[in-house]
C-alpha cells in the first residue's frame, strides 16, 4: 500500500512540474536593429556663376565663373531689346508704330500676356510686355516686325553679339525658352550679359520699361507683373530681366544705382527665385558699401596742355575731353586717380571740331585704368601759304 502510494504521489508532482513548465512565459530574444545610415543633405550651390560691375567703367568688381556658358533663359530678351533701343535712337523706328499679330506668336508657351492673331499693338506695348511680363509671344511678334522673320531677327541678335565682343554668346531663340528635342539652347555667361546690361542702362526709356512693378495691358483687362523682385526690395533697384526654365536655374541681370555709382549684377544657376535674389541683394549692398565714383573728367573741360598746329591758322590748341569719365574707387582706397595728357607733337591741316588731339591717361597708384579722347572745341581752317612758310622757318606766329 505504501509503494503505491508513493507511485501516485510521484506521477502527480511530475504532471504538475511538466504543466508549471508549459505555462510558464517563455524568454525570447530581440532581433538586433539593423544600424541606422545618417542621411547627409548635400546643399545646393546658390549660384553656378555671378558678376558684379560698375556700369560706366566697365571695372568687375567681384565674379566668380564669370565665363561660364550657360542658358539665360528669358534673359535672352535683353538682345531683342538692345536691337530695339538701337532702332529707336537712330530713328529707324517710333514707338508708336503698329503691331500686328501673326498666328505663330499667337501660339506661344510660357510667359505671355496671350496675344491673338489679327491684334494690333504699339510697339511701345510690346516692349511693355516683353520687359515686364516677359512675354515670349510679344518678343516673336517684334521681332518679325523688325526683322521680317525669327530667323533672320536671330541672326541679327548673334551679329550684334560679336560686335559687342560677347564672346560666350549664341542665340538661337528671340525669347529663351527651352529647346525643342535635338535644338541647340542658348548660351551666355555673366561676362557677356553684363556687357550687353551696360550698353542698355544708357537708355533711359529702357529702364523706364524694366522698372514697372504692374501695368495693365490690352486696356487693362490683363494685369502684367514684373518678375524682378528686386524692384520691390533694393532702393535705386531700376531693372533688368529674370529667366527661368527648369535645367538651367534661375537667373538675372539686374541694375541699381545709389550715390551715382550704377551697378549691374548678373547671377547664374541658382537653385530658387529667392535665393537668385538673395544672392543679388547681398552682392548689390556689399558693392555700394565699399566704393565711391569718383568723377575723373567731363566732357568739354579743358585739358591744360597745348597742341602745335603746323597748318593751321593759329599755331596751338588746348583740347578738351571728348566723354564723361567716372571711375569706381574702393572707399578706403589711399590712393588717388591721375590724369596724364598725351597728345600728338604736331597735327598738320586743317583743324576740326570734334577732331582727336591725343588722349588723356587715368591712372590709379600707376596702373592705367582708362583713357579719354582729348579732341578740339572748334573748327580751325588751314593757314594760307605766307603762313605756313613762316612757321616752317621757326617764325613763330
Known sequence: MKKWLVVVLIVLFSAGLAQARTAAPQKTRSPKKAPQTKVIAIPEDPYKA????????????????????????????????????????????????????????????????????GETFTLEEMMKAVLVASGNDAALAVAEHLAGTKDAFIKLMNEKA?????????????????????????????????????????????????????????NGQFIMNNHNKLLFRLPGADGLKTGYYRDTGFNVAATAIKNDLRLIVVVLGSPKARTRDDVALEKFKKAFAQYKTVSVVKKGEVIDKEVILAEAKIGKIKGVAGVDFTYPVP?????????????????????KEGQKLGELV????????????????????????????????????
Open 50 to 117: 555671378f558678376i558684379v560691375v560698375e556700369a560706366r567703367s566697365g571695372k568687375v568688381l567681384e565674379g566668380e565663373n564669370i565665363h561660364l556658358k550657360r542658358a539665360p533663359a528669358s534673359v535672352v530678351k535683353l538682345m531683342l531689346a538692345y536691337l530695339v533701343m538701337e532702332r529707336l535712337a537712330k530713328g529707324e523706328v517710333k514707338l508708336t508704330d503698329t503691331i500686328t499679330v501673326a498666328r505663330e506668336s499667337s501660339q506661344m508657351g510660357g510667359s505671355q500676356v496671350y496675344l491673338k492673331e
Open 162 to 218: 560679336k560686335a559687342l565682343n560677347m564672346v560666350d554668346t549664341e542665340f538661337h531663340s528671340v525669347h529663351g525658352l527651352p529647346p525643342s528635342k535635338g535644338e541647340p539652347e542658348d548660351l551666355s555667361s555673366c561676362s557677356d550679359l553684363a556687357i550687353l546690361a551696360r550698353e542698355l542702362v544708357r537708355y533711359p526709356k529702357l529702364l523706364e520699361w524694366t522698372a514697372i512693378k504692374t501695368e495693365g495691358f490690352r
Open 331 to 351: 572707399i578706403d582706397q589711399k590712393g588717388t586717380l591721375k590724369k596724364e595728357p598725351v597728345l600728338a607733337g604736331k597735327i598738320k591741316g586743317e583743324i
Open 362 to 397: 587715368i591712372k590709379l597708384d600707376e596702373q592705367v585704368v582708362g583713357k579719354v579722347d582729348v579732341v578740339s572745341p572748334v573748327n580751325i581752317p588751314k593757314a594760307n601759304f605766307f603762313t605756313i612758310l613762316i612757321r616752317k622757318l621757326g617764325i613763330n606766329i
